[in-house]
T-cell receptor, first 116, second 111 residues
Framework: GAVVSQHPSRVICKSGTSVKIECRSL??????MFWYRQFPKKSLMLMAT?????????EQGVEKDKFLINHASLTLSTLTVTSAHPEDSSFYIC????????????FGSGTQLSVL | SQKIEQNSEALNIQEGKTATLTCNYT??????LQWYRQDPGRGPVFLLL?????KEKRKERLKVTFDTTLKQSLFHITASQPADSATYLC??????????FGKGTRLHILP
């Protein structure tokens, strides 16, 4: 199956700093990627849909100035958590849809963000 | 309100037995239903997808059933192994809307 690579896997930062998370599709091109957030024992919550060459689409309640998404190429989407605060600590996961069946998702390995 | 329900209690199954996980939903008319496996600290991995007009799907030791009348999907792992221990997520895609995930059920296969 297709491979989605996410980096870093874990990051610890001080409150007020910005953190960038990268998501790459390694063996296929992804015009769309999805960014999720997951709290312990909770379901995956879609934050935004990243669209190559255009603005991301954010879900209701997600601050677009807080969570900056850039999808500059067909293989790379980035999520930047700006001015991170402890409440932003969470597990962030990206995914890309299968080219033939969009409902089937390939996920990255996730990034555990801890803001001190 | 719209809900996806998976058993929040962990499921303990003896090795070699069949593990059966349940996914119930309300107020959705899903076009697709999927099951993913998630290991601790990792992203989910796709396992099986079943369409609304399909009743059953199999892949090796895995079987998924989909009952749109009962609004329920069952996920079976036959001849379970300790390596099958993980959290299993149910996900459905309503028509003309984005995929929605359940909270998952933790499965422990006991040696």
């Amino acid at each position: 199956g297709a491979v989605v690579s996410q980096h870093p896997s874990r990051v610890i930062c001080k409150s007020g700093t910005s953190v960038k998370i990268e998501c790459r599709s390694l063996d296929f091109q992804a015009t769309t990627m999805f960014w999720y957030r997951q709290f312990p024992k909770k379901s995956l919550m879609l934050m935004a849909t990243s669209n190559e060459g255009s603005k991301a689409t954010y879900e209701q309640g997600v601050e677009k100035d807080k969570f900056l998404i850039n999808h500059a190429s067909l293989t790379l989407s980035t999520l930047t958590v700006t001015s991170a605060h402890p409440e932003d600590s969470s597990f962030y996961i990206c995914s890309a849809p299968d080219r033939e069946l969009q409902e089937k998702l390939f996920f990255g390995s996730g990034t555990q963000l801890s803001v001190l | 309100s719209q809900k996806i329900e998976q058993n929040s209690e962990a499921l303990n199954i003896q090795e070699g037995k069949t593990a059966t996980l349940t996914c119930n939903y309300t107020n959705y008319s899903p076009a697709y239903l999927q099951w993913y496996r998630q290991d601790p600290g990792r992203g989910p991995v796709f396992l099986l997808l079943i369409r609304e007009n399909e009743k059953e799907k199999r892949k090796e030791r895995l079987k998924v059933t989909f009952d749109t009348t009962l609004k329920q999907s069952l996920f079976h792992i036959t001849a379970s192994q300790p390596a099958d221990s993980a959290t299993y997520l149910c996900a459905l895609t309503p028509r003309d809307d984005k995929i929605i995930f359940g909270k998952g059920t933790r499965l422990h296969i006991l040696p």
